[in-house]
């Protein structure tokens, strides 16, 4: 069965300080994973993608197979970044997405 | 519109009553997603539609909950007989291409669905 766990509720981070949001997941094949963002009184949205390599707004994620894992990462955090993240999954064919339970990030002046 | 709409915003229904949420996608989007978000929890999928068809059903809880899109644009997530526990925030997510389009869904505003 797909499952992402993403183990932290919360997490405090001091500005400039580097963050690192956890993220394993469980899936036999293939998965595409994606990082979405919810700012505060915003829609939740898409922030990136294991597919693009991306880095958004400072953020990267890399996909462990090995791990299952697509820890996200910033290696200075801003306090604008203070918001819950969810990791999402999609399965190699499939149609729908499943998300985490998310995890709220707390950017500490 | 600029973005997916979602009506009404909150909702507040006595136990055994029935309610309908509207969701209103992007113009041309092809693929319309509806997720239920408990309290402190994740999105969790419910349904998916690729145009009219619903393609996936299987997050749906029960018989009580019903979902259409007839004409391929506007759905409807439809609750029978509310229970206590059907109490959350409801999503709907529009992608313009098939399969999630590689994974970027937009996001309505959601419903609130308060069950008394």
């Known amino acids: 069965a797909q499952r992402v766990t993403q183990p932290e509720k919360l997490l405090s981070v001091f500005k400039g300080a580097p963050v690192e949001l956890k993220c394993n997941y469980s899936y036999s094949g293939s998965p595409e994973l994606f990082w979405y963002v919810q700012y505060s009184r915003q829609r939740l949205q898409l922030l990136l993608r294991h597919i693009s390599r991306e880095s958004i707004k400072g953020f990267t994620a890399d996909l462990n197979k090995g791990e299952t894992s697509f820890h996200l990462k910033k290696p200075f955090a801003q306090e604008e970044d203070s918001a819950m993240y969810y990791c999402a999954l999609s399965g190699h064919g499939d149609d729908k997405i499943i998300f985490g339970k998310g995890t709220r990030l707390h950017i500490l002046p | 519109g600029a973005g997916v709409s979602q009506s009404p915003r909150y909702k507040v229904a006595k136990r055994g009553q029935d309610v309908a949420l509207r969701c209103d996608p992007i113009s041309g989007h092809v693929s319309l997603f509806w997720y239920q978000q408990a309290l402190g929890q994740g999105p969790e999928f419910l349904t998916y539609?690729?145009?009219?068809?619903?393609?996936?059903k299987s997050g749906l809880p029960s018989d009580r909950f019903f979902a259409e899109r007839p004409e391929g644009s506007v759905s409807t997530l439809k609750i029978q007989r509310t229970q206590q526990e059907d109490s959350a925030v409801y999503l709907c997510a529009s992608s313009l291409l098939s399969r999630g389009g590689n994974g970027e869904l937009f996001f309505g505003e959601g419903s609130r669905l308060t069950v008394l």
């Open positions: 539609f690729q145009n009219e068809a619903q393609l996936d």
